[in-house]
């Protein structure tokens, strides 16, 4: 099957300060991608998309960044709560191979009271 | 409106025997993937459908595994003499399809092969 990594890094962040996961993307072709949120015993989350043509797309408390030249993707979390303590995967797609969506091996975040 | 259901919630099975579980995606979504998720890890693809074209099977771990979807709707994963191995939390999702590719999940089964 496809790469899902052995043991998931963890982000450990203050409650209250800003949080940036990052991911890096495997197919320069790609010009779809996706982060979802997933908490303990539940299925994946859709968090926030964006599109190749785009650079940032910014949602409630929620930023993605797309940097095209390093296949680099970023979701960056403001003022992070409790509720925000999930393991979070980015997902790239291309609509030109018209492939499968693929995720990425994940990150877990952690919120230190 | 309903989302994404799978059944059963929760499976304990014998080493050696049969398991089918379900998927049922939204109503009208063209796409339906199936991950299988080990404790703690990622996301580990399995298959994909796409309409009425061929499934990838690209990412079945061995040939116990099978998979089909009737109708374009409701779709079936089967592991035939599941090991310990396949113990982990089977994970079903549904888009729109080609161009829509936001994926909605299911709740997921937990399989336990004792």
């Known amino acids: 099957g496809e790469s899902v990594g052995l043991h998931l890094p963890t982000l450990s962040v203050q409650e209250g300060d800003n949080s940036i996961i990052n991911c890096a993307y495997s197919?320069?072709?790609?010009?779809?991608f996706i982060w979802y949120k997933q908490e303990s015993g539940k299925g994946p989350q859709f968090i926030i998309d964006?599109?190749?043509?785009?650079d940032k797309r910014q949602g409630q408390r929620v930023t993605v960044l797309l940097n095209k030249t390093v296949k680099h993707l970023s979701l960056q979390i403001a003022a992070t709560q409790p509720g925000d303590s999930a393991v979070y995967f980015c997902a790239e797609h291309s609509y030109s191979s018209a492939s499968k969506i693929i995720f990425g091996s994940g990150t877990r975040l952690s919120i230190r009271p | 409106g309903a989302g994404v259901s799978q059944s059963p919630s929760n499976k304990v099975t014998e080493k050696g025997k049969d398991v089918e579980l379900r998927c049922d995606p939204i109503s009208g979504h063209t796409a339906l993937y199936w991950y299988r998720q080990s404790l703690g890890q990622g996301l580990e693809f399995l298959i994909y459908?796409?309409?009425?074209?061929?499934?990838?099977k690209s990412g079945l771990p061995s040939d116990r595994f099978s998979a089909e979807r009737t109708g374009g709707s409701v779709s079936t994963l089967t592991i035939q003499r599941t090991q310990q191995e396949d113990s982990a939390v089977y994970l079903c999702?549904?888009?729109?399809?080609?161009?829509?590719?936001?994926?909605?999940f299911g709740p997921g089964t937990r399989l336990l092969v004792l």
């Open positions: 964006i599109r190749s043509n785009m």
């Open positions: 999702a549904s888009s729109l399809g080609l161009y829509q590719e936001t994926q909605y």
């Open positions: 197919n320069s072709a790609s010009d779809y």
């Open positions: 459908f796409q309409g009425n074209s061929a499934p990838d």
